[in-house]
């Protein structure tokens, strides 16, 4: 399955929604996640994402590894994503900056 990580957090360019044809994509606040119940594994999002934020999960990063389990926990929450939308306003901003899960809003 594939997953959103860290990177996403305060950016949210949302250009990844366009290309998924399961909608997978489930928004919150100021970041996405994938559910890993209706991902197929299709790949066309990765090379959508600026921020290059998501990953194959065997692919990960060890220290992003822990966004398996919060992608699967917030899909169950937070409501699917269906259409683009604006990046948030300060996502130039952010992008690489690091150390983001400690603004992730829920
Ligand atoms: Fe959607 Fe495919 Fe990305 Fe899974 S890998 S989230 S199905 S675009
Ligand atoms: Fe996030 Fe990248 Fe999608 S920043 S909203 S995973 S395009």
């Not at 169950?76 to 809003?105: C, F, N, R, T």
Request: charged share 25%.
């Amino acid at each position: 399955t594939f997953v959103v990580t860290e990177n996403c957090i305060r950016c949210k360019y949302t250009d990844c929604v366009d290309v998924c044809p399961a909608d997978c994509f489930h928004e919150g606040p100021n970041f996405l996640v994938i559910n890993p119940e209706t991902c197929i594994d299709c790949s066309l999002c990765v090379q959508e994402c600026p921020a290059e934020a998501i990953y194959e999960e065997a692919d990960l990063p060890d220290d992003q590894r822990h966004f398996i389990e919060l992608n699967a926990e917030l899909a169950q929450v937070w409501p699917v994503i269906s259409e683009v939308g604006s990046p948030l306003p300060e996502a130039e901003q952010w992008i690489d900056q690091g150390e983001k899960l400690q603004y992730l809003e829920r």
